[in-house]
C-alpha cells in the first residue's frame, strides 16, 4: 500500500488528453514539492515535472502538473504513441522523513 | 551529460551481504545529494536511502533501517550501499538517483542510472 494514491491504469487515443491524479495527505503533497517521473520498462526514470508544475528543459509542453490541497495531477495533452509508459508522483514525507511514491499509472495508448 | 552507473548486484542466499556502487560523471558530484529507489518485480518505485552532498545526514525507508547503509566518497565521484541481512523482498533493481538542485535534500531526483539487479534467494 503506498502513502502516494494513484490509479493503476489509464488510457487515451491518440491526440486525447489523459489525466493522472496523485492523492496524499498533509504531511506530503499537502506541505512539500510533488514531483512526476516517466518510466519505461529497463530504462532509466525520467524528470517529468517537479515543484509541482515546473517541467525540466526538453520534456515536452504537453506534459503539465498542478496541485491543490493534498492532491496532485499530470495531464498529458496531445497524446501520443510514444507515451505508454508508467507514471509515478513522488513528494517528502515530513512524518515519515523519507520520499514516498504513489504507486504508478500505466498508461496505454490505444 | 550527466551519467550514473550502477553496479554491485547479484544473487545472493538471505542473510548475507552486498555492496552496491554508482558511479557519477557528467556534474560536480560533491555538490549534490544521492540517493537510491528500488522497484521489486512488478512493483512500483519505493526510496531506500539518501545521503546530502557532505555526508552530514543520511535517511533510510523503515524497511531497511539497521540493515542497509548509505555512504559516498566525493574524491571518487561515487555512492555506495551496503546491504547486510538481506530478505527476499529486498529483491529488486536498485536504482542511484541525483537530487535536481545542489545543496538540496527536498528538490526531487532529476537523473537517474539504469539500476543494478538484486535478488535474494536460497
Known amino acids: 500500500q503506498s502513502v502516494l494514491t494513484q490509479p493503476p491504469s489509464a488510457s487515451g487515443t491518440p491526440g486525447q488528453t489523459v489525466t493522472i491524479s496523485c492523492s496524499g495527505s498533509t504531511s506530503n503533497i499537502g506541505i512539500n514539492y510533488i514531483f512526476w517521473y516517466q518510466h519505461l520498462p529497463g530504462t532509466a526514470p525520467k524528470l517529468l515535472i517537479y515543484r509541482d508544475n515546473k517541467r525540466p528543459s526538453g520534456v515536452p509542453d504537453r506534459f503539465s502538473g498542478s496541485k491543490s490541497g493534498t492532491s496532485a495531477s499530470l495531464a498529458i495533452s496531445g497524446l501520443r504513441s510514444e507515451d505508454e509508459a508508467d507514471y509515478y508522483c513522488?513528494?517528502?514525507?515530513?512524518?515519515?522523513?523519507?520520499?514516498?511514491f504513489g504507486g504508478g499509472t500505466k498508461l496505454t495508448v490505444l | 551529460e550527466v551519467q550514473l552507473v550502477e553496479s554491485g548486484g547479484g544473487l545472493v542466499q538471505p542473510g548475507r551481504s552486498l555492496r552496491l556502487s554508482c558511479v557519477a560523471s557528467?556534474?560536480?558530484?560533491?555538490?549534490?545529494?544521492m540517493h537510491w529507489v528500488r522497484q521489486a518485480p512488478g512493483k512500483g518505485l519505493e526510496w531506500v536511502s539518501g545521503i546530502d552532498w557532505k555526508s552530514e545526514k543520511t535517511g533510510y525507508a523503515d524497511s531497511v533501517k539497521g540493515r542497509f547503509t548509505i555512504s559516498r566518497d566525493n574524491a571518487k565521484n561515487s555512492l555506495y550501499l551496503q546491504l547486510d541481512s538481506l530478505r527476499p523482498e529486498d529483491t529488486a533493481l536498485y536504482y542511484c538517483a541525483k537530487v535536481s538542485q545542489a545543496g538540496s535534500w527536498f528538490m526531487g531526483f532529476d537523473s537517474w542510472g539504469l539500476g543494478t539487479l538484486v535478488t535474494v534467494s536460497s
Open positions: 557528467g556534474f560536480t558530484f560533491e555538490d549534490y545529494g
Open positions: 513522488a513528494s517528502w514525507d515530513d512524518s515519515l522523513s523519507g520520499w514516498v
